[in-house]
């Protein structure tokens, strides 16, 4: 991924809500990466506290509580935000502005998703509100294409991410046209990095998925293989053609589907329970108490989640131990 | 749960797999459990390091390491554990006869689950396998009757139940048979405390999800109320029909469906993606960033497990914040 970005205009932030993992993230850094995506104030504070200066958390901070927090980061790295509220928008403003401080904003516009950010055709009336807003700088805009990354077919996702980007880079025409200066243009995830990776005007391009993988993006983005599985033992084998694993809904998620086993003739994954998987096992697969056979999640993202390191094998052997140490930071 | 075990036979031996938390564990112990279930040993490690004393771990567990680590929790409690194959049970009684010490084991027998343990008509044989080893007592048996606990109608829930609770009797007559004592058995879940905690020759009964409860479980057992909830934030409210809340898939789990929104009329929760909640907003449903809305989850004991630590709320203020110390030990 670094690689694809080292001539493009726009740059590489990686979304650390992947791995949640600050040593994966420095890595990305180092590879060139010019700042770090962080879903949640909690991910933020984490990777902040593990060193990193550049960050963008990708979704609004809301309530005082919140934004007490996102104050405090502010002091220790350089943190932008996404709004999408005038009254939230307010609320940071008066904040900062009583602690002497000023918050870097991104104006969150909704491309197609259906999720937060305000309507494309309100993204300069709203730069227009907050432009005013002592405590609060204005860096540029936000779109997230959710709504193509998973497109099967490339030239399908192609036309619908370009279609959001075109309505994104209106907006950065719009809110320049008023004066507003739109330095950042972020947008985009490993479905369309090398879409929206390569559109003009386009910065900065939040992927994160790339960095572990998983089965179900695999077939999506032939371009980068599955770096994660998980290792897990058969703790019974009651009958020829069943095992019994001990990883479960609480070590591996499904709501993509089932986990797949990796590299094993005719061993299959029935079922995950809450604490076991059930194996079916064909003609001549042996396994027996003990035996371990790895998974290949099929969501990496909530999946890393639900652990709290990571061995990181090179050539069969743990080369090192990384703490998921933003795991469970969901707000 | 604990009035309903006073005056049985059957006691309650709550599993801890559903909190994971320790000190709603000690609160089941002083309500009158007699010990507790957990599912796997690193949970068990946990529940002991916090000083209960009386676990049964109500899988198997293979391996030297792991038995290894199962030699040195038997050191600091009574620890009972599952076995359903003669070779792990061996090495059990290897490595404990080497170690000077004594393991308690319940014969695992599969009641109709499908899952881990023998078939009742093997259950017999395999006692004698185990009953000559070295470094091992047979405490007796235990059987999961995991395919009755969510049957809707209470009747025929009573019949599959009752017939599963059969098999293992059999079992531990035919075991009795031989001369070998059989002192515990052990089976039952929240769906079915009523009819296993009543059936004659049940010493101890698993339930777990009973102190939680969820959604889902509440539509089969109504004896329980939900005890559990997640307080999520509005952080957008992009048109007038959608907000977006900041609880997604990794605050609560949708293996059984989508949470529930609690006691807010015409507020419905239409999608969970992996960082946020969409909820639809019916005519005159009013909310704005920085509202909370609570969910009821539809899988308490997966949703737990995401979770660093539970806010104790009586009367609408907290009373106390404990630990979910064995999230995520799911080997």
Known sequence: MADFFRDKEAKLRPHTKTHKCPEIAHRQLRAGAKGITCAKLGEAEVMAGNGIRDILIANEVVGRMKIERLLKLEAICDVTVAIDDASNAQMISEMASADGRRVDVVLEVDVGMGRCGVRPSEALSFARKVRGMGGLAIKGIMGYEG?????????????????????????????????????????????????TGSYPGVTEVQAGSYATMDARYKGIVPDFDCAIGILTSVISRPMPERAVVDA???????????????????????????????????????????????????????TMNLHDRVYAIRDGRVESVWEIAARGKST
């Open 248 to 302: 479960g809904m609480k070590s591996a998620t499904m709501e993509f589907g089932l986990p797949i086993v990796k590299g094993m003739a005719g061993v299959e994954l029935m079922k995950l329970n809450e604490e076991h998987g059930i194996i079916k096992l064909g003609e001549g697969a042996k396994l027996s108490p003990g035996d371990k056979i790895e998974l290949t999640p099929t969501h990496g993202c909530t």
């Open 147 to 195: 709504h193509a990354v998973m497109i099967r077919d490339f030239e399908e996702r192609r036309g619908e991410c370009t279609r959001a980007l075109k309505l994104l880079l209106d907006a950065k025409s719009a809110i320049e046209g008023e004066g507003i200066r739109v330095e950042v243009v972020s947008a985009g995830g490993t479905g369309t990095y090398n879409i």
